[in-house]
C-alpha cells in the first residue's frame, strides 16, 4: 500500500495549466490492468477519477479502497455507468471479449477511450468498433505502451534512415518458456473471456514493434499455426490443475504472413514451449540487417542493445545501437498522451487505422490453423 501512495506523490504538475478543466475518467473492468491505470492517473493533476463499472459486485470498491481513491461512484457494468456520468473518457480494461462491446457504447455516447490491448478479439469487431469511432469523431487509442519506448522508437528510426535499404523479410522471436498468465485466476485462459490467447496478449506487441518499424503495410495472405499442448496439461499449473480443462485458448502461434510491398513476416510467439526463446526478432533490407535481442513479450523493455549488420567496400561489419535510457515509465506516458489528446482535441498515439492490421493477422492466423491452410485477409475500409 506504500508503494502504491508513494507513487500517487509523483504527479508531472507540467500538464495541467492553472483553472484548467480536469478530464473525467471513468473505468471499465477493475481487474489488475485497471490498478495500473488508476495509479497513473492518479499522479495527473488535470484527471478525475470518477466512477468504475464492474460486472463482479463489490470489486471496483475494493480496487479503488486499495488505490486509496475516494468519492467514486459505482456500477454493475459499462452501460449504466455511462448512461449516468457525464464522462470525458474512459479506460476499458475488461477481458478481451469485452473490448468491442464496451468501446463501441461508450464512442456511441461520445465519449474519449482508451482501449487496453489487444485491440479486440476478431477482425469483425475492430471493424465495428471503428465505424462506431468515425460516427462519434471520439478519441480511440489503443494501449500499446511499448510505443512510448525510446529503443522502440528507435527501431523504426534506423528503418526509416534508409540505414537498412529496402525492406523485405521480418522475423519475430521472443517469447516465453513457461508463463500462462493465470496468477489472477482464469480471465486470460478461457474462451468466454479472452477468446484468443498468447497470440493476441503478447503476440500483438510483438506485430505492432515490426510492423511499426515498416510503417504497419497492409497483410494480404496468412498460413497460421497454433496449438495448447501446455495450457492443457494439469501439470503446468501446480495447485490448481482444474485450470488445465478451462484452457480454451492458444499457448504457442506461428505464421508466414506476406504483407503489401513484398515484404514477407515470419512470426511466432509463445506462453509456454520447451525452449528458452523463439530467437532474435530481425528486419532484412538491402542494404542491411537490424538484430533486435529477444525479449519475453516484447513490452518495451531491453537489456542488449541493437546490431546493424552491413557490407562496406567488400567488408561485413555490424555494429550496435547503444540503448537509450528514457526514465521508462511508459505505462504513464501511455496514459498521459491519451489525456492530453483528449485536453486538446488531438490524434491518437496509438490509432485504430494501424492496429486494425495487427487485429487482421491475429485473426487469420486463427482462421487459417482452424482451416488448416493459408488464408486472404482482407480489411474492410472504415
Known amino acids: 500500500m506504500a508503494d502504491i501512495l508513494n507513487r500517487f506523490k509523483e504527479t508531472d504538475n507540467s500538464v495541467a495549466a492553472a483553472g484548467e478543466k480536469k478530464i473525467k475518467v471513468g473505468i471499465i473492468g477493475t481487474g489488475w490492468i485497471a490498478e495500473a491505470h488508476i495509479i497513473e492517473y492518479l499522479r495527473m493533476p488535470d484527471v478525475e477519477i470518477v466512477a468504475a463499472a464492474d460486472l463482479i459486485p463489490g470489486k471496483a470498491e475494493a480496487l479503488m479502497a486499495k488505490c486509496g481513491v475516494e468519492g467514486v461512484r459505482f456500477y454493475p457494468n459499462d452501460r ?66 511499448p510505443r512510448m519506448s525510446a529503443n522502440m522508437k528507435k527501431i523504426r528510426e534506423i528503418v526509416e534512415s534508409g540505414e537498412l535499404g529496402d525492406i523485405y523479410y521480418l522475423q519475430a522471436g521472443g517469447g516465453r518458456r513457461g508463463g500462462i498468465p493465470t496468477p489472477f485466476g482464469t480471465s486470460f485462459i478461457e474462451k468466454e473471456t479472452a477468446g484468443i490467447g498468447a497470440v493476441g496478449d503478447i503476440g500483438s506487441y510483438s506485430l505492432d514493434m515490426l510492423l511499426g518499424a515498416v510503417g504497419y503495410p497492409k497483410p494480404l495472405t496468412v498460413s497460421g499455426y497454433k496449438s495448447d499442448f501446455f495450457g492443457k496439461d494439469p501439470a503446468t499449473y501446480p495447485g490448481h490443475p482444474e485450470y488445465a480443462e478451462k484452457f480454451a485458448v492458444d499457448d504457442f502461434a506461428a505464421a508466414f504472413v506476406r504483407l503489401e510491398g513484398g515484404i514477407i513476416l515470419d512470426f511466432r510467439i509463445s506462453w509456454d514451449m520447451n525452449m528458452d526463446t523463439a530467437g532474435d526478432a530481425l528486419i532484412l533490407g538491402t542494404k542491411g540487417g537490424l538484430r533486435i535481442p529477444s525479449t519475453e513479450c516484447w513490452n518495451g523493455s531491453f537489456d542488449k542493445p541493437l546490431t546493424v549488420y552491413k557490407n562496406v567496400a567488400g567488408s561485413k561489419v555490424s555494429y550496435t545501437v547503444p540503448l537509450i535510457d528514457d526514465g521508462g515509465d511508459l505505462f504513464y506516458k501511455k496514459l498521459r498522451s491519451f489525456i492530453n489528446a483528449v485536453q486538446t482535441g488531438g490524434e491518437a498515439t496509438v490509432p485504430s487505422s494501424e492496429i486494425v492490421y495487427n487485429q487482421a493477422i491475429i485473426d487469420g492466423i486463427v482462421k487459417s490453423a482452424e482451416l488448416g491452410r493459408e488464408v486472404e485477409i482482407v480489411v474492410p475500409e472504415v
Open 80 to 145: 449504466a455507468m455511462i448512461d449516468a456520468e457525464d464522462l470525458d473518457a474512459v479506460s476499458i480494461c475488461t477481458y478481451n471479449c469485452q473490448h468491442a462491446p464496451c468501446a463501441i457504447y461508450a464512442l456511441e455516447h461520445g465519449v474519449n477511450v482508451m482501449l487496453e490491448k489487444p485491440f479486440t478479439v476478431t477482425l469483425d469487431e475492430a471493424i465495428a468498433v471503428m465505424k462506431a469511432e468515425k460516427a462519434s469523431g471520439k478519441i480511440l487509442t489503443i494501449g500499446f505502451q
